[in-house]
């Protein structure tokens, strides 16, 4: 079973930046697309960003301009880097990917605060 692990998650201030990492435990595949969501308290789950393996990404409308995904060089690493960050970022941020099947990560908590 391929996991996913998050990295990169804490305390921030406002305007500040964060990058977060996520890595599979298994590199037998390509995964066709790697992601981020976010769930923030009392409201659902939704994108942040995705990109496929051509390099093609796409944004949730409230992060774009301020956050950057990217897919590392090693196969299966996703990476989200964060600024501008503003309260209404904090969140539990999860990572995902595709192939055949949906894999979820267990989440990282970024809180944006002063």
């Known amino acids: 079973q391929v996991q996913l692990?998050?990295?990169g998650?804490?305390?921030v201030q406002?305007?500040?930046s964060r990058r977060l990492s996520?890595?599979?435990s298994a590199s037998i595949f390509s995964f066709n697309t790697m992601?981020?969501?976010r769930q923030a308290p009392g409201k659902q789950r939704e994108l942040v960003a995705v990109a496929d393996s051509d390099g093609r990404s796409k944004?949730?409308?409230s992060v774009k301009g301020r956050?950057?995904?990217s897919r590392g060089n090693a196969k299966n690493t996703v990476y989200l880097q964060m600024n501008s960050l503003k309260p209404e970022d904090t969140a539990v941020y999860y990572c995902n990917?595709?192939?055949g099947m949906e894999y979820w990560g267990k989440g990282t908590l970024v809180t944006v605060s002063s």
């Open 5 to 7: 692990v998050e990295s």
């Open 67 to 69: 956050f950057t995904i």
């Open 22 to 24: 996520c890595a599979a």
């Open 14 to 16: 406002p305007g500040g």
């Open 35 to 37: 992601g981020w969501y």
């Open 97 to 99: 990917a595709v192939h």
């Open 9 to 11: 998650g804490g305390l």
């Open 59 to 61: 944004y949730g409308d």
